[in-house]
């Protein structure tokens, strides 16, 4: 496995340290780790770019700024939360990892993840495919009148859009209506089955948030705001998140 190499001394900014104080349990100091591992044991990160989160961590705290700054490895945590599950102290890394992605200039974070947080602003969707509502309307309908004649036993189903009073919003990955919109039908039915009050938004119905994952507060917030939004707009009681 490939390791990184940590070298101590001299005059260092904290910030990162401070950070982690930030995200220690109340009343905790960094003391609190126990260096047991059960963070990295079970991290799909670990080893990647010779981290782990037991020794990124370990970083914040002597306060090498500049090398956690200079490492792509905040870029393959994927904030899967797994990390602070097993931790006995419940010390909170992926904020910390969240926190150094906020700090890379906005242009030099991973292409491909800011490229899809730039489509999913691109119109009120907030799909990262950049689909418009009116096409996401198109296809919706498109498909489900093919649905409804060739499986009659599904002539009744219906997939809503903007349906004002329904119990659930629901949201939609939305490279399936562009690439795969065959895919969508098996949760519309199942949802037919169980009888289930349901809608999708005009807006804000691209489920995923790459924005989140850029480290990008202001266009995630704009995201999820726009389909709370909707949602509260049209009644539902209930937000179905799908991704
Ligand atoms: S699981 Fe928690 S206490 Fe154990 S090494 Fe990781 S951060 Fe420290
Ligand atoms: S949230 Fe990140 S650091 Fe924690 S277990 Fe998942 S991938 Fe690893």
């Known amino acids: 496995m490939e390791e990184t190499v940590i070298r101590l001394g001299g005059k260092r900014r904290t910030t990162f340290m401070e950070k982690v104080r930030e995200i220690l349990p109340e009343g905790g100091h960094l ?3 126990l260096t047991c591992g059960a963070c990295s044991s079970g991290c799909p990160a670990t080893g990647l ?3 782990d989160p037991r020794k990124f961590l370990r970083m914040a705290a002597l306060g090498l700024d500049e090398e956690i700054l200079a490492t792509d490895w905040v870029w393959m945590c994927t904030q899967c939360q797994r990390c602070i599950y097993v931790c006995p102290m419940k010390i909170d890394i992926p904020r910390l990892v969240y926190n150094v992605r906020a700090a890379w200039p906005r242009e030099k974070r991973p292409k491909g993840i800011r490229g899809s947080c730039d ?3 691109r119109n009120d969707s907030c799909s990262a495919m950049g689909a418009s509502p009116e096409d996401f309307r ?5 498909v489900l009148a093919e649905y409804r ?3 009659p036993e599904f002539a009744a189903m219906e997939a809503p859009i903007d349906k004002a009073g329904a119990e659930f919003f629901l949201n939609q990955n939305s490279r399936e209506p562009v690439t795969e919109p065959d895919e969508m039908v098996p949760l519309w039915k199942l949802l037919h089955l ?3 009050d349901w809608t999708y938004g005009s807006k804000g119905w691209g489920g995923e948030n790459y924005c989140m994952f850029l480290g990008d507060d ?3 917030k ?3 705001a726009t389909a709370a939004r909707q949602a509260e707009e049209l009644g539902c009681k209930v937000f179905l998140n799908t991704e």
Do not use: P
Not at 138 to 142: A, G, H, K, W
């Open 49 to 51: 770019e010779g981290l």
């Open 218 to 220: 202001a266009a995630w």
């Open 149 to 151: 004649e060739a499986q």
């Open 222 to 224: 704009h995201i999820t």
């Open 138 to 142: 198109f296809v919706v309908e498109d």
């Open 119 to 121: 489509m999913a602003l």
């Open 194 to 196: 169980a009888g289930a």
């Open 31 to 33: 003391n609190l780790c």
